[in-house]
């Protein structure tokens, strides 16, 4: 005796499997955008394929060891900087977002200056002065845990000292202040 498959059944069959193969492919493609571009790069690779990539890096600082850092910053609007050191024979030395949390949680106030913060995450994306406080205030966008878009400061003294740190939320992407900057 044969059992016959009833063409209901077959035909969910079919569409459990067509879905199943839809979310494959969609997880996939999820994973693929997750990889960032500056994950694409090892230790040892060239400037030369940096740049092909990147472009000519927006600003250049000399560090204290010989090497160089290259930025790609995409402020004023934009939330990441690429950093880049590179050795002196022109190989990578490390390459990374650079505005995130843990970078900025290294900063330490009464040791770190002004040039400190430039070399390290470059231009800020808008300054400001206190005079009440006589701070002046470099702000940076940045994406906290890759969901929380928000803004970190370094308050100066007058001597340009970093006195007072703060993160706060970005009103770029707060829809209840869009559209009243």
Known sequence: MKLSVSPRRQALRVTVLRLRACAIVSLSLGLAACVQPWDAFQP??????????FGPPKEVYDL????????WPTQPLGETTVG????????????????????FGRVVPGQWNKHD?????GL???TAYFPLMKREVWSYRYVENNVWY????????DGGIVRQT???DDPLHDPDHRGFF
Do not use: C, W
């Not at 803004?151 to 100066?156: A, T, V």
């Open 166 to 168: 703060q993160k706060t």
């Open 150 to 157: 928000k803004l970190y400061h370094f308050y100066f003294d």
């Open 84 to 103: 880049a050191e590179i050795a002196p024979d022109g190989k990578l030395v490390k390459l990374q977002q650079i505005l995130t949390a843990d970078n």
């Open 64 to 71: 204290p060891n010989g090497d160089k850092h290259l930025l």
């Open 117 to 121: 913060i430039q070399v390290n995450f």
């Open 124 to 126: 800020p994306e808008e």
């Open 44 to 53: 040892g690779a060239d400037q030369a394929s940096l740049v092909a990539r």
